[in-house]
């Protein structure tokens, strides 16, 4: 079972609750805005806790209400962000290295030059993250997050914010992690044709007003 | 232009201040972060605590730390029994009083600086695998850069130009203690002192403008609003 999940959390007045029980290489989180889909991967990535339920990966428990609760950097579970996220202060090339470098040998799979091609990305290693179009950063997002050896993708969104050509450039690099990487995902998103062409099982989550 | 002893005078100052900041400076650090970061009852009294020493008289800091560092102080006592330290009447207690009145405003720049540090950067970081010093030195400190410089030039600033607390506590003794206020002031009581007067006034106008001016350029460049 690569992906063996069951969180309940409380924000404020609105409770978020999901499963996701499946063999699937991707799985599709869709559902309104308001349901929780952010909150699910935060809480797959270690960044909220849930107040009930738990999290495996593979069979190796990440979170358990029990006990268990492996911090967010020994998870290994890669995340892209809505916004990318790139830290500003950095060059892209330092931004893809910077999981890579807290990672040791025998973890990494990936190494930079074959994410570099994979993304198409070699032109922008000298700069600077705000100097980036929406598709370029997201791109560099997606590498800096396969750079840090995950054993599982988290992509949040990550089409929400470019233009439909682009949208098309990323969605066929994701295709390719699925099929060539084999990397386990879980992919938010409101759009059906997206979920349609990635993913292998969809998760609709509701309680969204 | 200058002579030997006012030349003295201003590396005293220099030294002092130099001193004063690098030693309050981890404590800034800490107030701000915890300021900045944290969330607990209580706080608005140690942000008040901490900004104590921008309102009340100099005069009434210099007194307390009398009474908690002098030789009969709780620590000044502790401090002489066990590391044979006397601040009273040295320049260490002159670098002490600059700390203590230039602490607010450094922790207030910095908090700012901290306060502007996405958190979501962070987040970031740790999925890619950073703990949690790491992300701090790798990802929040250097974005707060410009405002932590800001705040140690401003720190610098204020302690070059603090009298009261210093004369209270660590008292007006040449070469030791007088800095240059305190030898602006001496001056002034001496007859034909004006011409000494007027230089050590305006080296330290261009010490404080040039600290104003260099903390303002750094806060500009972050994109921050004004420190003070």
């Known amino acids: 079972m690569s992906f063996d999940i069951d969180v309940r959390r409380q924000l404020g007045r609105r409770e978020i609750a999901a499963r996701i029980v499946t063999d699937a290489r991707v799985v599709a989180v869709v559902g309104s805005s308001g349901a929780g889909k952010t909150s699910l991967l935060n809480m797959v990535a270690g960044l909220l806790r849930p107040d ?55 973890e990494r799979w990936i190494t930079r030059d074959e994410t570099v091609d994979l993304l198409g990305i070699g032109h922008l290693l000298d700069r600077w993250p705000r100097n980036l179009s929406g598709g370029e950063a997201q791109r560099v997002a997606i590498g800096r997050a396969l750079l840090s050896a995950p054993r599982a993708l988290l992509l949040d969104e990550p089409l929400a914010a470019l233009d439909p050509a682009r949208r098309d450039g990323i969605l066929t690099v994701l295709e390719q992690i699925r099929d060539t990487l084999a990397l386990p995902m879980i992919y938010v998103s409101h759009d059906r044709a997206d979920v349609a062409r990635l993913a292998g099982h969809v998760v609709e989550m509701g309680g969204g007003e | 232009m200058l002579s030997a002893e006012e030349w003295a005078i201003v590396a ?70 066990s590391f044979g330290v006397v601040l009273v009447f040295r320049w260490t207690g002159a670098a002490l009083a600059a700390a203590v009145m230039a602490l607010p405003l450094m922790v207030r ?21 950073a703990g949690w010093w790491r992300v701090r030195w790798t990802i929040s400190l250097p974005l707060a850069l410009p405002g932590m410089l800001a705040g140690l030039v401003l720190g610098f600033a204020r302690s070059i130009g603090e009298f009261g607390a210093t004369v209270t506590f660590a008292s007006n003794i040449p070469n ?49 609003a004004h420190v003070l």
């Open chain 1, 52 to 106: 009930a339920g738990h999290v495996r990966l593979d069979g190796d428990t990440l979170f358990d209400a029990g006990g268990a609760d492996v911090p967010p950097e020994q998870r290994r579970i890669g995340y892209v962000f809505q916004e990318h996220r790139l830290f500003p202060h950095r060059r892209v090339g330092w931004n893809l290295d910077y999981g890579a470098r807290l990672r040791i040998a025998e």
């Open chain 2, 12 to 81: 005293l100052s220099a030294r002092i201040s130099l001193v004063a900041v690098g030693a309050s400076f981890p404590v800034a650090l800490g107030l701000a972060w915890v300021l900045a970061r944290w969330r607990f009852p209580g706080k608005i009294l140690l942000d008040a605590l901490v900004h104590l020493p921008l309102v009340i008289p100099p005069v009434v800091t210099g007194w307390l730390l009398l009474i908690l560092f002098g030789p009969a102080g709780p620590v000044g006592a502790w401090l002489e029994r």
């Open chain 2, 109 to 129: 720049a910095m908090r700012l600086s901290i306060e502007a540090v996405d958190p979501r950067l962070e987040a970031a970081a740790r999925t890619l695998g």
């Open chain 2, 176 to 224: 030791e203690t007088r800095t240059l206020p305190l030898a602006i002031y001496s001056a002034l009581q001496l007859p034909g002192g004006e011409a000494a007067v007027l230089r050590l006034s305006l080296i330290s106008i261009a010490l404080s403008l040039a600290a104003l001016v260099a903390s303002e350029w750094l806060a500009r460049r972050h994109g921050q």
